[in-house]
């Protein structure tokens, strides 16, 4: 459980602040099994991080530890990759006859899971719009088991009603779920609004350099140690490795996520003013449909900006390759500023018409923005904006200031 400030719990959440003559720096259990004295001992280690590490591991344990205390529950649990955190949940939590409520608007992997897995396993989902409320509740069936949520969504950062979905899922006696990828438990922590589970790609912001896949769950006890079962048997454990890496991630993820934030709104409001430029979604422009919510249940919008330009799906790919500093790349969450077109990338395996009714067009560009200097940032995309209209690729000049 969070002890101090998430700042401070980014860096020490996980250190025994006791402790005398230790390392100060997480040591890598680069091991696949450990030693015991004695087959009683070796009973006792079974359910511990000291048996196999398909099963737990010392160095997933400090990773595991530091993101429950980032998110105020009890537990969390580490992961191969995002994907490999969902799945897991999902199968762990439910069984044959089980039917899922979901937001419309989550990431392409998660609807291809719902919408083509789990239902060779005999559960359904219903997709509903987002941010309408009294569709969720009316698409709930007695044999309702979860609710699945994404805030802010990818990539047109709708910002979902942490407070209702949460007082929905009590309501009805469902498990509620969230992926807070773009969120970080920087900027929210849906535990505070009753949301059960709370998931992360930590592929993106938690481990933030752009190096490495892993995925996350974090919530109560008994719900991670019933994932924790599934998990072992599935196998998609985090190599310790990876968990250390991940670890000094975390130990800057309030810095970067601040400079982040800031950059992230500095960009949004340029492109708010620019004329070739038809919308732009940030979580904290006041021009956002839920600027209140986001306002209310986040500290910081996020490092993430979408926007369309004013002009065809040529233009949109014409913009994205004339950027120099931010490349040309489908993940999110680094220190390095990052441009994607969703329908080719994050989106490309939703059929084109669910598509438009998420608002991804063909002339939408998703920015991930790292922590450069926010001027350099802008004047990029200042240029790269000159593409629009332009019936060839944008000749550069130079390279950029470094
Ligand atoms: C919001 C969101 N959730 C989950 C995932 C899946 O995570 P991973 O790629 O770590 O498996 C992604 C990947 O892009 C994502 O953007």
Not at 156 to 163: C, F, I, S
Not at 298 to 327: I, K, N, P, Y
Request: glycine letters at 8%; one cysteine or more; aromatic letters at 6%.
């Amino acid at each position: 459980m969070k002890k101090h400030h998430p700042e401070t719990e980014a860096v020490r959440g996980a250190a025994n602040l006791e402790k005398k003559n230790g390392p100060l720096a997480t040591p890598i259990y680069q091991t696949s099994t450990f030693e015991v004295t004695d087959n009683d001992e070796q009973l006792r280690a079974t359910h511990t991080d000291h048996f196999y590490t398909r099963y737990g591991n010392p160095t997933n344990t400090v990773a595991e530890k530091t993101i429950s205390s980032l998110e105020c529950v009890d537990a969390a649990l580490t992961f191969s990759s995002g994907m490999g955190a969902i799945t897991t949940t999902l199968m762990a939590l439910l069984k044959t006859g089980d039917h899922v409520v979901a937001q419309r608007d989550i990431y392409g992997g998660v609807n291809k899971f719902l919408s083509q897995w789990l239902p060779k396993m005999g559960i359904e989902t219903t997709f509903v719009d987002t941010t309408d409320y009294e569709q969720h509740a009316r698409a709930i069936r007695p044999n309702t088991k979860v609710l699945y949520l994404e805030s802010p969504t990818n990539p047109t950062l709708r910002v979902v009603d942490l407070k209702k979905v949460g007082a929905i899922a009590r309501e009805h006696n469902l498990l509620g779920m969230i992926d807070s990828t773009f969120g970080t438990p920087i900027n929210q922590r849906p535990a505070e609004f009753g949301i059960d589970l709370i998931l992360h790609s930590g592929t993106k912001y938690l481990a933030g350099h752009t190096d490495m896949i892993c995925g996350v769950v974090a919530g109560r006890k008994d719900l991670i140690e019933k994932i924790w079962e599934t998990r072992t048997t599935l196998g998609n454990c985090m190599d310790p490795h990876a968990s250390w890496m991940l670890v000094r991630g975390l130990k800057t993820l309030a810095v970067r996520v601040a400079r982040q934030n800031e950059n992230a709104l500095r960009v949004a409001e340029f492109l708010a003013d620019h004329a070739k430029v038809r919308s732009v979604h940030h979580p904290f422009l006041q021009t956002h449909p839920q600027y209140a919510v986001a306002r209310r249940q986040m500290s910081g919008g996020g490092g993430m900006v979408s926007f369309e330009v004013e002009g065809s799906a040529a233009d949109a790919r014409r913009v994205s390759e004339a950027m120099r500093l931010f490349t040309l790349a489908p993940s999110l969450g680094g220190v390095e500023s990052l441009v994607s077109i969703p329908v080719l990338t994050s989106h490309a395996m939703i059929p084109a018409a669910d598509r438009v009714k998420m608002g991804v067009t063909e002339q939408l560009i998703r920015l991930s923005v790292g922590i450069e200097n926010a001027d350099d940032l802008i004047a990029d995309l200042e240029r790269a904006l000159e593409a629009v209209g332009t019936p060839q690729k944008v000749e550069v000049a130079s390279a950029p200031p470094r």
